[in-house]
């Protein structure tokens, strides 16, 4: 028998609610492309900083006795200098007793300055090869280098072997290294070395084109004469031979600021320098070079008064004068390769902060398995070796209330269900203003059911904290269990979720909602989820006594409770996570009770999930906003913020959001560093994952073929659930609102007895 009540609630017509949810979701728009920019802009840092600081494929080093027929002969018995001019090569060699001195590789925060400050000293120019990813990286040094007098080339931005590269990619080393120096010296140079490049015999068909290339763009390309090889690590001794010429040559001298450790190099510098100079030999650089040999002038090296007189400022003032190569960067190229240094400067601040936070992160994602699995032991041996005793059995009667707000599909399911019940109860179907035909549905199911303890209460829409508030008000027994409208009950589930009421401490339980609609790949990643995220959390919280939320699905209350707090709140989102947490602070005692079981009907597709999630996590965030005084006070309330909200800020909110660190730096590593090492720390990641997802099957009774979708869910799902929670922190943060949205059902979750497991 069924019968029909009014109640109290304010109206809302259904084309008011369908343009409140128009204006919502509009306004949620820009929320969502703000989080995907966030997400952007992480990955964009990532990808910059993998870029600089590693090379990404194409080092192929050309091999030895490749074939040299397409080189002109006189390049390659020329001089270490090539020049192309009206389309021919020209090359230069360094005048006697003349040293070119060049470094490359750099520039290296711990040996570049050291060279500089040595060169200062003895007023000895330099030209500096410079690789495009160390200039953004350190572009005050490169200033540093330029200011002093030396001179800069560009030894491409990656340290590539451009011999087998297209022809973009060798633009793109070139034009990236030169915004490089444009955003950190405010210059652009002619002067390029290749990697792996030595003296111009070695110059053959596969490299030669690369020089042509280049040098009809109007570059310079420079070789070596004499190789010190600091890059052995053969002894000072032998640095200083190696780049001594012989008899009165000149040469250009190759030596290493960066790329390794310099010490050595370092250390025979000056050495090197006081050698030559002692022989004779004047220091310039490869514009001095050429210079002297398009005027036919006396070389004016920077140190070449500084034997006789120490006259260092003109020596420095005669450096600077060398410095042809340079060209002052105008226009858009000195705006982006400002914008490119500024970039980079984003990322190396970045990257270091994230891979703090990547650890916090990870200790915590582990620690928080650590804890779910020693807990859930602890809270399984304890019920099930029945060491945990509620009190005398609860047979009276209660009441079950079941707020429906267009739920036709569902509705009958949910009472077919509830007429099985092993426990007395009477049924209170608030209907929130359904324009389907829930009620109607309702009664007839009840009467063909032949339910005589079913009422039917219709109100006019006032949303669902409303409708059990109503629900509450019309019950007639001192304990109310919830459920959803489309959720159904085992025959024993009443029962089981009633039995902790034995406690008087007791306020409220929370039941075991399972995913229904499981056979589908979004309904198994949820199963999963349900197992191991909620119902294991919720074991270790029942022992921590700081539960924090009771599901919608299925949760038991003393109907005392409910009316001391007030009853169920419209101020969050999240009612249930809301209405836990006032029990907590009103000295009520929240459990969990494994045994009584829920089915329910997950989302069918990924905007409804989305939907959904976005509710439940922002929800949660409203909610522990409203309890935050609870951090600071005493009793069950202080217990609660000082302990339970604490566990639910890092393992709900502060963790999830940084989680993706961990997803963002595999890939990181697998593209720049080292691809197997990363796939063997993702995998031992997931191994732990899937230990824990296994003991929560082993506890909840579940099937383990459930847990081959694991993989695909991490990979997938988990990155879904990471950007509703950030979507749901900027809408926290800009402090949007969004009111409480109905998901579409289908009616598949059936009776227990139907339901796969």
């Known amino acids: 028998m069924t019968t029909t009540t009014p109640s109290r609630g304010r109206r809302r017509a259904p084309t008011r609610m369908k343009r409140a949810a128009g204006k919502a979701a509009a306004l949620q728009k820009p929320r969502v492309i703000l989080a995907l920019l966030l997400l952007l802009g992480l990955t964009s840092v990532m990808l910059l900083d993998g870029y600089l600081r590693a090379e990404v494929g194409g080092d192929q080093r050309v091999r030895d006795g490749a074939s040299s027929s397409k080189v002109p002969d006189t390049v390659l018995n020329g001089g270490p200098i090539i020049s192309f001019r009206g389309g021919r090569a020209t090359t230069t060699s360094v005048p006697a007793r003349t040293i070119a001195l060049t470094f490359d590789d750099g520039p290296n925060p711990t040996y570049t300055p050291q060279v500089l400050k040595i060169l200062e000293k003895y007023d000895v120019p330099a030209t500096f090869f410079v690789v495009g990813s160390m200039v953004s990286r350190y572009p005050g040094i490169v200033k540093d280098m330029v200011d002093q007098g030396n001179e800069v080339g560009i030894h491409t931005f990656t340290h590539v072997d451009l011999s087998y590269q297209s022809d973009a990619r060798v633009r793109r080393e070139m034009t990236q290294t030169q915004l490089a120096l444009a955003g950190a010296a405010g210059i652009t140079t002619t002067l390029f070395r290749a990697p792996y490049s030595s003296e111009t015999d070695a110059i053959d068909n596969y ?38 010429p012989s008899g009165t040559s000149g040469a250009s001298v190759l030596m290493h600021d960066a790329g390794g450790d310099r010490d050595q190099t370092i250390e025979a510098l000056p050495t090197y320098i006081e050698k030559m100079r002692a022989k004779g030999y004047t220091f310039t650089t490869i514009s001095g070079v050429i210079e002297a040999q398009n005027t036919g002038a006396q070389l004016p090296g920077g140190d070449r008064n500084a034997n006789q007189n120490g006259n260092q ?3 420095r003032d005669g450096a600077a004068r060398l410095q042809a190569a340079h060209r002052e960067a105008t226009g858009a190229t000195l705006y982006e390769g400002k914008a490119l240094v500024g970039a980079v400067a984003v990322a190396e601040y970045a990257v270091p902060t994230l891979s703090v936070g990547l650890a916090v992160v990870g200790v915590a994602v582990m620690g928080r398995f650590g804890m779910m699995l020693i807990l859930a032991r602890r809270h399984y041996r304890q019920r ?6 509620w009190g005398p059995a609860v047979t009276r009667p209660v009441s079950v209330i079941v707020p429906a707000y267009n739920e036709k599909e569902c509705i009958a399911n949910t009472l077919e269900s509830l007429a099985r019940s092993t426990h007395p109860i009477e049924v209170i179907i608030v209907d929130d ?19 005589t303890n079913v009422r039917v209460v219709r109100q006019e829409n006032a949303g669902k904290p409303a409708a059990l508030n109503n629900g509450v008000r019309s019950a007639g027994h001192d304990i109310v269990v919830m459920m959803d409208g489309d959720t159904v009950f085992e025959p024993d589930t009443v029962r089981q979720l009633v039995q902790p009421f034995a406690n008087e401490e007791v306020g409220a339980v929370a039941g075991n909602a399972k995913v229904g609609n499981r056979n589908t790949i979004i309904g198994a990643w949820q199963h999963i989820e349900y197992v191991m995220g909620f119902n294991l959390d919720r074991r270790m919280y029942d022992l921590l006594r700081c539960m924090p939320t009771i599901p919608g699905a299925i949760g038991a209350f003393r109907r005392e409770a409910v009316l001391q707090v007030g009853g169920m709140s419209e101020d969050t989102l999240a009612e249930d996570t809301d209405i836990t947490i006032a029990m907590h602070r009103a000295g009520w005692r929240v459990v969990y009770q494994e045994h009584a079981r829920a089915w329910t009907e997950a989302p069918g597709s990924l905007k409804q999930l989305w939907s959904q999630r976005y509710r439940w996590s922002y929800g949660t965030m409203q909610a522990l906003w409203k309890h935050r005084k609870s951090l600071t006070d005493k009793g069950p309330s202080g217990r609660f913020g000082r302990v339970g909200m604490p566990l639910v800020v890092i393992f709900q909110i502060v963790t999830p959001v940084f989680a993706p660190l961990i997803d963002v730096f595999t890939a990181y590593s697998m593209i720049f560093v080292d691809f197997q090492a990363a796939l063997y720390a993702w995998l031992a ?9 296994a003991y929560a099957f082993k506890l909840d009774r579940e099937k383990y073929r459930y847990l081959l979708m694991m ?30 949205q109905k998901l579409k059902r289908t009616g598949e979750v059936g009776t227990p007895a139907g339901v796969g497991r």
């Open 207 to 244: 490299s030669w084109p690369v020089y042509e290339k280049l040098g009809e763009e109007g570059y310079t390309s420079v070789f070596v004469d004499t190789d010190s090889d600091d890059w052995k690590k053969p002894g000072v001794s032998k640095i200083v031979k190696w780049a001594t």
């Open 313 to 315: 400022n003109a020596d």
């Open 384 to 389: 099930n070796r029945r060491r945990f005793g």
């Open 433 to 451: 203003g359904s324009s389907d035909g829930t009620s109607e549905i309702a009664r007839a199911a009840a009467e063909q059911l032949g339910m």
């Open 685 to 693: 990641v997931l191994g732990v994952q899937l230990v824990c997802a």
């Open 711 to 740: 993989p695909l869910q991490q990979l997938a799902y988990r990155q879904m659930m990471y950007l509703v929670l950030i979507h749901s922190c900027i809408t926290a943060l800009t402090g949007g609102r969004l009111r409480w």
